[in-house]
């Protein structure tokens, strides 16, 4: 004998798979978590690392530098 209401095996299944989804995002922003705590660890505990992320990301300078970005015309390169 078969029942069919709110809480049909197509509705548990959906669900099941649902929950499977989310827990897979749960272990993926774990991990991303873990990467960006590391990095933040190394940065804060290492000058030359900090120096070096701020002159890569936000193209900071010492006062006797100069700075030169180079930017390349995309239509100019061929494939």
């Known amino acids: 004998m078969i029942f069919l209401d709110s809480n049909s095996f197509l509705v548990i299944q959906e669900q099941n798979e649902e929950i499977k989804r989310y827990e897979e995002k ?3 922003y774990k991990e991303e978590y873990q ?6 660890k190394k940065l804060m505990n290492n000058k030359e690392e900090r120096e070096k992320y701020a002159r890569e990301n936000y193209f900071m300078k010492k006062p006797n530098e100069e700075i030169f970005i180079l930017v390349v015309d995309s239509t100019e390169v061929k494939k």
Do not use: E, S, T
Not at 35 to 40: I, L, R, T, V
């Open 26 to 28: 749960i272990a993926y």
């Open 35 to 40: 990467k960006n705590d590391a990095f933040y």
